[in-house]
Nanobody
Framework: QVQLVESGGGLVQAGGSLRLSCAAS????????MGWFRQAPGKERESVTG??????????VDSVKGRFTISRDNANAKTTVYLQMNSLKPEDTAVYYC?????????WGQGTQVTVSS
């Protein structure tokens, strides 16, 4: 059974930092590109950043370039994907999800809420 469990969200002031984690299990995520997505209230879910299976290649949407860093750990047959978020802005407020990148998603997890106050 595929499971994507996001954690690490919270309430932070503008300019602050958070580190999100995503524990992926139930299939061979280690050989798949993974990414982070977010959905703000009243808006559609958007792609934020992706990372290749090896970690050698990354992609960032323009609005987070230079502020967010994606990484992954494929050790011990488990895949964990991280998102380091620095210089957070109120417009980063959203529920953040992880999933496959560049292909049809697996079932979405519950996400983790990030709220940035001004």
């Amino acid at each position: 059974q595929v499971q994507l469990v996001e954690s690490g969200g919270g309430l932070v002031q503008a300019g602050g930092s958070l580190r999100l984690s995503c524990a992926a299990s139930g299939r061979t995520f280690s050989s798949s590109a993974m990414g982070w997505f977010r959905q703000a209230p009243g808006k559609e879910r958007e792609s934020v950043t992706g990372i290749s299976w090896s970690g050698a290649s990354t992609y960032y949407v323009d609005s987070v370039k230079g502020r967010f860093t994606i990484s992954r750990d494929n050790a011990n047959a488990k895949t964990t994907v991280y998102l380091q978020m620095n210089s957070l802005k109120p417009e980063d407020t959203a529920v953040y999800y992880c999933n496959l990148w560049g292909r049809s998603p697996e079932a979405w997890g519950q996400g983790t809420q990030v709220t940035v106050s001004s």
